[in-house]
């Protein structure tokens, strides 16, 4: 990702932390309560307690709002979509593997994947396969930088909602996302 990229995605991001202020609000709540709870020594601040507390308590999934599993090899672009998606209310988990993303998508109900062609252990196509066998309803996107891939998939169709190119723009992930989840409802 070139430096005007990485700049364009921050000012995207500020942008998306304006419009939800009532997001960022919920989460201030929830860290003044830990506060008051160190505060009236319910918790220990020379633990890491209060670390983990913390963290518990954010990672809560917040009702109402869709589940979606990111499944790609790239940290950087997992971290970076995982930002921008929970920025705007999605409680996002991630995976680096296809047989990761497996487990996952059986031990939790999600309601969008949203997952690389290629990947280190199987390709997101066969993941897609599977997890269209393992039934439920869980809208699956692919995306892949190798124009090959995508037409090969053309080719050889998995039930998928959408096929995207990387790179994949902040505004553009946004919308898909949306679009898919509440085309699917």
């Not at 830990?34 to 633990?47: C, F, I, Q, V, W």
């Not at 518990?56 to 499944?71: A, D, W």
């Not at 599977?130 to 050889?156: H, P, S, V, W």
């Not at 998928?160 to 898919?180: A, G, H, R, Y």
């Amino acid at each position: 990702m070139s430096l005007k990229e990485k700049i364009d995605v921050l000012d995207f991001l500020i942008a998306i932390l304006k419009e939800h202020e009532e997001s960022l609000y919920e989460i201030t709540q929830r860290l003044e309560k830990l506060s008051d709870k160190l505060d009236n020594g319910e918790l220990k601040a020379e633990s890491h307690e209060v670390l983990e507390v913390a963290k518990k308590e954010l990672s809560k999934p917040r009702p109402g709002r869709s589940n979606i599993l990111i499944v790609d090899d790239d940290d950087f672009l997992t971290e970076t979509y995982k930002v921008i998606l929970e920025t705007v209310g999605y409680n996002i988990d991630i995976s680096s593997t296809g047989m990761h993303a497996l487990h996952l998508t059986k031990e939790k109900t999600y309601d969008l994947v949203l997952m690389d062609i290629k990947l280190p252990d199987i390709n997101g196509d066969e993941v897609a396969r599977i997890i269209r066998k393992q039934g439920g309803k869980t809208n699956i996107i692919l995306m892949t930088g190798y124009e090959k891939l995508a037409k090969d998939f053309e080719e050889d169709p998995v039930q998928v909602n959408e096929l995207l190119m990387k790179p994949i723009s902040p505004t553009n992930l946004l919308t898909v996302t949306k679009m898919v989840l509440e085309k699917n409802k």
